[in-house]
């Protein structure tokens, strides 16, 4: 069993992941600035695992804080998901995406060095593999990167590549989620976006509650069976049990320093998939016109899952249905707690 610290565990996917991680039997404890997350995550993530679970307010760019962390939790492994991912803001603001996710992942591998703690997964992105020149991607699709928010990834995937090459004791994953969605069966914790959200889920889901009126859907002239945009959706808790394979793999790897994983499903849903999976479910109208083409999209992307399920043992077993009602039930729990 591992003691592992989380960077960002009080996010979307890093409180999914802590939760995965205490039913596995790891000792978890949260490392978040709070920029985009609330402290009362962690209560609830207490009352999913019924067990306390320390959070460390600070930021990774702070090099002491980091390892004070680690050395007085005695963690013996990192799972790195803190960071800024807004494609739009990360044009607008590049600096402060290469400061949060470059600066910030450097600062963090220095104080892992500090204190002699070499196994560390990172949260990257099929943002990596830039324009599909062919589908389903696997990890050996070239990347590239379209805007800075992706090369904060890429050169974080390359950083890292360079840094196992010249330490053969790093036990490093690199996981590609592709795009995560959903929330815990427990409707506790979620995915709640200050403002409006970017991400086709959680509008969808604002739209059902009234919170907004109408989804756009970027473009229906895409070259795809309906028109509009194929993704490959992943259920945040198959994302989250992912982690737990990738670092159990490389808790026992001999060999490699460094690998790379997607973590997908390998099935592409269209956005009038999405509305009317979400509508049928659940029993909601998602009002909906048809809006020009969003900048920088891409009208396919879709996972090749062989190389996790053959080197993790690990698939995604939840469906669309369980996406749509989970998002729902996190929805409706959260405007109760007014959250
Ligand atoms: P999130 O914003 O919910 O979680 C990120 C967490 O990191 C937040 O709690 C935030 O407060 C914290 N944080 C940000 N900067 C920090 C800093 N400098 N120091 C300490 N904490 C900091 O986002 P998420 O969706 O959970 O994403 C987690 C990771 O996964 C990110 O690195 C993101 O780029 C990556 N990723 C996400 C998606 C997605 O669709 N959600 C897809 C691919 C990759
Ligand atoms: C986006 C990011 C990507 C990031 C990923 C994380 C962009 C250009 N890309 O990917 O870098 O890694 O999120 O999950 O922002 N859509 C609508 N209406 C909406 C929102 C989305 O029609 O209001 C469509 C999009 O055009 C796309 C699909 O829904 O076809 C999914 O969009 P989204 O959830 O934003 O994810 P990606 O674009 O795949």
Not at 306 to 322: I, K, Q, S, T
């Amino acid at each position: 069993m591992m003691k592992v610290l989380l960077t960002g565990g009080a996010g979307y996917i890093g409180s999914h992941v802590a939760a995965s991680l205490a039913a596995a039997g790891h000792d978890i404890v949260c490392f978040d600035n709070l920029s985009n997350s609330r402290a009362d995550v962690i209560d609830r993530l207490e009352a999913i695992t019924g067990k306390s679970v320390p959070l460390v307010v600070g930021d990774i760019r702070d090099r002491v804080a980091v390892r004070d962390a680690i050395t007085s939790h005695g963690a013996n492994a990192v799972i790195h998901f803190a960071g800024l991912k807004a494609v739009g803001e990360s044009v607008a603001e590049p600096l402060k995406y290469y400061d949060n996710n470059v600066r910030g992942t450097l600062s963090l591998i220095e104080a892992m060095v500090d204190c002699d703690v070499r196994t560390l997964v990172f949260s990257s992105s099929a943002t990596v593999y830039g324009e599909p020149q062919y589908l389903p991607l696997d990890e050996a699709h070239p990347t590239s990167a379209t805007n800075p928010y992706g090369r904060t990834k890429l050169m974080v995937e390359e950083m890292l590549s360079d840094i196992a090459a010249a330490d053969p004791a790093w036990r490093i994953a690199v996981l590609r989620y592709f795009n995560p969605v959903g929330a815990h069966a427990s409707g506790l914790i979620g995915e709640n976006p200050a403002g409006t959200p970017n991400n086709l889920m959680p509008y969808i889901s604002r739209v059902a509650a009234g919170r907004l009126s109408e989804l756009p859907v970027f473009g229906n002239d895409y070259d795809t069976p309906d028109g509009t945009g194929v993704r490959d959706y992943i259920h945040v808790e198959d994302l989250a049990d992912g982690h737990v394979a990738a670092l159990d793999r490389i808790g026992a790897e001999e060999e490699e320093a460094l690998s790379v994983w997607n973590l997908g499903t390998g099935q592409g849903y269209s956005v009038l998939d999405m509305i009317t999976a979400f509508e049928r479910v659940n029993g909601v109208r998602i009002p909906h016109r048809i809006e020009p083409r969003r900048a920088g999209d891409v009208a396919s992307c879709y996972a090749s899952a062989a190389r996790a399920r053959d080197e993790l043992g690990w698939a995604a077993r939840r469906g669309l249905d369980d996406m749509c009602a989970s998002t729902w039930r996190f929805e409706r729990t959260a405007a109760m707690r007014n959250t």
